[in-house]
């Protein structure tokens, strides 16, 4: 049972436009969330987050929404950038004891056309 | 060292046979997380250590799956008797504290059994 779901498994936009990439979750024990942007043959890398407390953060040209009521969160990339291109991966973690275990989507891969 | 190092990159290995692969988290990072990734899907938890103690091995899926971390530096995960459904890449993490801050992934190690 897939805690943390990204329903879109890929995107195209064009440069200069918005990019938005959504992800839900279903466990309420998670506080904190985090997105992962992934090139090929590398690790995944860490992007930006937000805490359970907030509703945004922004970073840049880039946004994380939270709406706890919906138990959705979204990234925002404007404008986008080929750049930007690779997988985004959005992941949760409970508070507590196990906060250290990270729990992952499946991903979407984002293609930004120039 | 500047990011973590995991070898090998590729390991084609027949069934049966054991393999054993190693991490080299950041330096300092006092915490190690071993996560498994099929094709197509995120990473998913394994196993945890803090320093050298193995906190969390709750995600190792079956017995044949371990880890240790001596000096509380360098990781191994050995998979005994390997089988084709442990096909996957095996990803590395460090970070400086027990929790989702700073965590900081490897470029993994791609497993294939056949």
């Known amino acids: 049972d897939q805690q943390v779901k990204q329903n879109s498994p890929s995107l195209s936009v064009q440069e200069g436009r918005i990019s938005i990439l959504n992800c839900d979750y279903t466990?309420?024990?998670?506080?904190?969330f985090l997105w992962y942007k992934k090139y090929p043959a590398e690790g995944p890398t860490f992007l930006i987050s937000?805490?359970?407390?907030?509703d945004k953060n922004e970073d840049g040209r880039f946004t994380v929404f939270l709406n706890k009521s919906a138990k959705h969160l979204s990234l925002h990339i404007v404008p986008s950038q080929p750049g930007d291109s690779a997988v985004y991966f959005c992941?949760?973690?409970?508070?507590?004891?196990?906060?250290?275990?990270?729990?992952f989507g499946k991903g979407t891969k984002l293609s930004v056309i120039p | 060292g500047a990011g973590v190092s995991q070898s090998p990159r590729y390991k084609v290995t027949k069934r049966g046979q054991d393999v054993a692969l190693r991490c080299d988290p950041i330096?300092?990072?006092?915490?190690l997380y071993w996560y498994r990734q099929a094709l197509g899907q995120g990473p998913e938890f394994l196993t945890y250590?803090?320093?050298?103690?193995?906190?969390?091995k709750s995600g190792l899926p079956n017995d044949r799956f371990s880890a240790e971390r001596p000096e509380g530096s360098i990781s191994t995960l050995t998979i005994q008797r390997t089988e084709q459904r442990d096909s996957a890449m095996y990803r590395c993490?460090?970070?400086?504290?027990?929790?989702?801050?700073?965590?900081?992934f490897g470029s993994g190690t791609r497993l294939t059994v056949v």
């Open positions: 993490a460090s970070s400086p504290s027990d929790s989702h801050y700073g965590y900081t």
């Open positions: 466990n309420s024990m998670f506080d904190y």
């Open positions: 937000i805490s359970s407390i907030k």
């Open positions: 992941a949760a973690s409970a508070r507590g004891a196990g906060s250290y275990q990270l729990t």
């Open positions: 330096s300092g990072h006092v915490s």
């Open positions: 250590f803090n320093y050298e103690a193995q906190q969390d």
